[in-house]
């Protein structure tokens, strides 16, 4: 998908939008929110106090298996991230009249004290998928929301971060599942056309790194016997699924591509696939941004079974 130089989302929007893959309610929605995402990012490259991470401590979390960001050292601005949530709620409201009675005790909650924006971006952050069930019968929002709403509360900053040190990273000492920027899953796949090595898209900072090539992007899962895949009859696309965790990520197999000359761009390669999510969750299987609890542990660098 091509980018447009005066106004790329709004660009990629409508190109998606004349494809007619999904409802133009949900885009609208979705457009609004990335426009939201840009201009807070845009705030942060002007002024937030960047992280200054060394090229050295860059190498060490690298080869011991830590991911660069965390909850201790992420540099939130508490102005910027209160001034996001209350736009998020405005935007998750108009497009969802349904939400209106979450989103008052989302915004009631808040003033209360008993939501703080850098909290719920420190928990999800941390993985911890109990601390949201706990706050969603608190306050009485669903728990998918809160989620929701928080992960669009991290994404600029992540995304900011990820900008500045994902290209500093040797992927080759980093086996994980998860991002070496933030820690978090990957959402979309890719399969490159040359070498067949895969690509995972980090969910939340939009990073990239290699992982495996035969094994669940989740729960790591290499049996050969619980893996299976699910191909597109025509186009680049296919899933791949897990039946020990029940996940399924989507894979773009450049291969199987006409034209890969043009810049892919997680997000927008997401929402144009939506049909094969809708396939997936029909066969029983889901997407989640928590680790399933058999995820197996972290691998250490030195496995020899990397991009197999
Ligand atoms: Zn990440
Ligand atoms: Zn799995």
Same mark, same amino acid.
């Given at each position: ?77 508490? %102005? ?90 040797? /992927? ?97 390669? /997401? ?5 094969? /999510? ?8 889901? %997407? ?21």
């Amino acid at each position: 998908m091509k980018m447009a130089n005066n106004d790329p989302a709004t660009f990629l929007f409508n190109a998606l939008k004349a494809k007619k893959l999904i409802s133009s309610d949900r885009l609208d929605f979705f457009r609004d929110i990335v426009l939201l995402q840009h201009r807070i990012k845009k705030k942060l490259h002007k002024a937030h106090p960047p992280l200054n991470l060394s090229d050295e401590f860059i190498s060490k979390h690298i080869r011991k298996g830590c991911p660069l960001i965390s909850g201790n050292n992420l540099p939130l601005d508490e %102005r910027i991230l209160d001034e996001l949530l209350q736009d998020l709620l405005t935007i998750v409201q108009q497009h969802d009249s349904s939400t209106g009675e979450e989103i008052a005790n989302i915004g009631f909650a808040h003033r209360n004290g008993d939501i703080n924006p850098a909290v719920l971006v420190g928990r999800l952050l941390a993985q911890d998928s109990r601390y949201f069930k706990f706050l969603s019968k608190a306050i009485g929002v669903r728990w998918d929301l809160l989620v929701y709403m928080s992960l669009s509360l991290a994404k600029p900053f992540l995304e900011h971060l990820s900008s500045l040190f994902n290209d500093k990273i040797d /992927d080759s000492f980093w086996l994980k599942n998860s991002c070496p920027v933030c820690g978090s899953l990957a959402h979309i796949a890719r399969l490159d056309k040359e070498d067949g090595k895969r690509l995972l898209y980090c969910q939340l900072c939009s990073g990239k790194w290699h992982f495996a090539r035969i094994k669940c992007a989740f729960c790591c899962n290499a049996d050969a016997k619980n893996l299976k895949i699910m191909e597109e009859t025509e186009g680049p696309y296919r899933v791949d699924l897990c039946d020990q965790c029940g996940r399924y990520i989507k894979t773009f197999v450049e291969r199987k591509a006409i034209d890969v000359s043009e810049e892919f761009i997680p997000l927008m390669e /997401d929402l144009a696939t939506t049909y094969l /999510d809708i396939l997936a969750e029909q066969e029983g299987y889901e %997407r989640s941004f928590f680790s399933p609890p058999e995820a197996e542990p972290c691998q250490v660098p030195g496995d020899s079974e990397f991009f197999h």
